[in-house]
């Protein structure tokens, strides 16, 4: 398996561990039996649970393009050591990205957040070259 996918296969794996941070922060917050009910309305979690929401929802996004940007570099062959670079440069981001969200750490969590970005549209451009 090349770097970039490594990459994408555990970025997907912290998609899956912040869901479960997420569920049981939001379990704790609303309570089992709102947890269990169907959701006719939404139910608005504050403080951490709801920054473990946003972070999630937030990495749902970035885990769109990269898993595009992998897809494309892998498919078409340009794998390159600045690509596996940019690669670990994501996950990486999105790792510290979480902490840095949930304890409010500015202005470090939108530079964060920016290394990430330009990480994966390193990668996209790559793609183009």
Same mark, same amino acid.
């Given at each position: 398996?090349?770097?970039?996918?490594? !990459?994408?296969?555990?970025?997907?794996?912290?998609?899956?561990?912040?869901?479960?941070?997420?569920?049981?922060?939001?379990?704790?917050q609303?309570?089992?039996?709102?947890?269990?009910?169907?959701?006719?309305?939404?139910?608005?979690?504050?403080?951490?649970?709801?920054?473990?929401?946003?972070?999630?929802?937030?990495?749902?996004?970035?885990?769109?393009?990269?898993? /595009?940007?992998?897809?494309?570099?892998? *498919?078409?062959?340009?794998?390159?050591?600045?690509? !596996?670079?940019?690669?670990?440069?994501?996950?990486?981001?999105r790792?510290? *990205? /979480?902490?840095? *969200?949930?304890?409010?750490?500015?202005?470090?969590?939108?530079? /964060?957040?920016? /290394?990430?970005?330009? !990480?994966?549209? *390193?990668?996209?451009?790559?793609?183009?070259?």
């Amino acid at each position: 398996m090349t770097p970039e996918l490594t !990459a994408l296969t555990l970025a997907a794996l912290l998609q899956v561990l912040q869901l479960a941070l997420y569920s049981i922060a939001g379990q704790k917050q609303a309570g089992t039996k709102a947890a269990l009910k169907p959701r006719d309305r939404a139910i608005e979690l504050t403080g951490k649970a709801g920054r473990l929401k946003r972070a999630m929802d937030n990495h749902f996004e970035g885990l769109i393009l990269f898993g /595009i940007a992998v897809m494309v570099i892998t *498919y078409s062959g340009q794998n390159t050591d600045m690509t !596996a670079l940019a690669a670990a440069l994501y996950l990486l981001a999105r790792v510290l *990205y /979480i902490p840095a *969200y949930v304890f409010g750490w500015v202005p470090w969590r939108s530079l /964060i957040w920016a /290394i990430g970005f330009l !990480a994966t549209l *390193y990668l996209l451009l790559a793609a183009l070259m």
